[in-house]
């Protein structure tokens, strides 16, 4: 091969690698549509535009925030502590690859997968929140979780040298732990203080159900998550000159993907109907618990067994929201249940069945104990430091916002415009003989 | 003359200032002091908001804009 052509061939390589992550980004965007138009729907009226702000807000901060100290965090702890090697000295973001530079084609498109699955992790507990939540505490918690807690479990079990892979032999191709365990995790520790929305839980404890304003938008923010997780799954392997890799280094095809995600969403939809016995919202949280439930083995596992864990997996969601409700938990988008439930369920089933394989470069095999301690970790690190972090808010009174303005609705008070000049169409229904018009009653 | 480079003959940085300088530096520690700015003055939106509700005063000065909620 003449040097030109070998010049020619890794100048391709480059820009395919670049633009493979490129579409990665594009595609997990979708993921925030989704996030937005689902909570929007969630929401009910009188709080659906501070709702938006929330979303693009804390879009905004991870990102920013995720440039000045998450990508260095990932760099600097896969040993668990900080190290300055040389992979986080050139994460800093006054080195000479964090910005444009025509010798660097990794640096950037790699930060930019990142900066999304951040903004990912740090926008799943937005959902739990709706409603009563300060929005700057919200930032200051999400900025917390998005570009420093989830990027240091990332740094030690989603790394090619981190030390969950290099001591345990963990394994989780598809982030359930330091994305959606650490999240979930992360919202039941803020709920925890947060307390729930007005009139939620009657005196007695039984719960209320507080209707969303638009269930037709929240289904299709969740198809659009389902469509964003694409991306997010693509931005999971690393593609390179000799094909596919997961992120510790084994071998991997975008096929593998392709049979597990699928499935693990159809099983997931099955399962969250059957036992929700066809609930709307929790049947289409059981695509999204679904993908997560298989998302640590979706490089290895069979269809079928995809299916079946996925299955099992959607039909245990409601179950955790009625748990939640018992503990008086208010968690509006069941995103502790889905995200906490089911990261945790999908880290031990892999440590189930995928038991035995092995691992590259030397690192142990997979292992049941393995994953039991790597899921207890990512627990531990998603639940104690942002319970305390709003403890802390909370004594300082930015947690919550006051009952007056709970009452009216935040759009009222804080975002200067109204999602609704005309008012919102009802359905008139005729009860014997004489016209009843069906509104949404405020408790 | 922010540029690092005279032309592109060398593969390298080309960003403003370039890695490691005072122009970087500087301008890292504004894009810092800004967005912890950005939540102070969200906090005081909001403290302003909220006891304006509380109130029973209307959050924003001047004639409400036509489908508006009217000032409580």
Not at chain 1, 126 to 135: F, K, N, P, Q, Y
Not at chain 1, 166 to 187: K, Q
Not at chain 1, 334 to 359: C, D, E, K, R
Not at chain 2, 23 to 30: E, R, S, Y
């Amino acid at each position: 091969m003449t040097p030109e052509v070998e010049d020619a061939i890794a100048s391709m390589t480059a820009v395919n690698n670049e633009f493979f992550y490129w579409m990665s980004i594009a595609l997990m965007m979708l993921i925030h549509a989704g996030f937005l138009a689902y909570e929007i729907g969630a929401s009910r009226s009188k709080n659906v535009l501070a709702t938006a702000m929330k979303n693009l807000l804390a879009f905004a901060t991870i990102v920013a925030s995720f440039f000045f100290v998450g990508w260095f965090l990932y760099n600097a702890m896969p040993g668990g502590f900080i190290e300055f090697n040389d992979a986080a000295k050139a994460a800093l973001p006054w080195s000479d690859n964090m910005g444009p530079n025509t010798a660097d084609q990794a640096s950037g498109i790699f930060w930019g997968a990142f900066a999304l699955f951040a903004a990912t992790t740090g926008s799943i507990m937005s959902g739990a929140v709706l409603e009563r939540i300060r929005t700057s505490g919200f930032l200051v918690l999400t900025v917390f979780v998005g570009s420093v807690v989830w990027i240091i479990g990332a740094s030690w079990g989603w790394h090619g040298a981190g030390w969950m892979l290099t001591e345990l032999g963990f394994h989780d191709v598809g982030a359930a732990g330091c994305v959606h365990m650490i999240a979930g995790f992360a919202a039941l520790g803020i709920l925890i203080n947060l307390g729930p929305r007005m009139g939620r839980f009657l005196p007695d404890g039984t719960p209320v159900t507080i209707r969303p304003h638009n269930l037709p938008l929240t289904m299709l923010g969740l198809f659009l998550i389902f469509t964003g997780f694409f991306g997010f799954l693509m931005g999971c392997v690393i593609y390179g000159p000799t094909g596919y890799a997961t992120i510790y280094g084994s071998p991997t095809t975008l096929s593998a993907f392709a049979f597990n995600t699928l499935m693990g969403l159809a099983g997931g939809i099955i399962g969250a109907y059957l036992t929700s016995r066809g609930e709307p919202f929790w049947t289409i949280s059981g695509g999204l618990a679904g993908v997560i439930a298989v998302a640590a083995g979706l490089d290895l596992y069979h269809p079928g067994l995809t299916f079946v864990i996925a299955l099992v997996g959607g039909g245990l969601i409601p179950f955790i929201g009625k748990l939640l409700d018992k503990m008086k938990i208010d968690d509006v988008v069941g995103a502790v249940a889905v995200h906490g439930g089911m990261g945790l369920y999908s880290l031990i089933v892999a440590g189930i069945f995928l038991a035995g394989y092995p691992n590259t470069d030397g690192n142990p095999s997979i292992s049941f104990w393995g994953q039991l301690i790597g899921a207890a970790v990512f627990a531990a690190l998603g639940f104690i430091p942002a319970y305390l972090l709003s403890l802390g808010l909370k004594k300082a009174g930015l947690l919550r916002i006051p009952p007056e303005v709970e009452e009216q609705g935040l759009d009222l008070s804080e975002v200067p415009a109204t999602p609704y000049p005309e008012g919102i169409p009802v359905t008139a229904m005729k009860v014997n003989g004489s016209v009843l018009v069906v509104t949404e009653g405020v408790n | 003359m922010f540029s690092p480079i005279t032309s592109y003959d060398e593969p390298g940085v080309v960003f403003t200032f370039g890695g490691n300088s005072f122009g970087t530096w500087l301008f890292f520690i504004l894009a810092v002091v800004l967005f912890v700015g950005f939540f102070v003055r969200m906090i005081q939106h909001e403290n302003h908001a909220y006891k304006a509700i509380i109130e029973h005063a209307p959050v924003e000065k001047g004639p409400a804009a036509e489908g508006e909620p009217p000032v409580y």
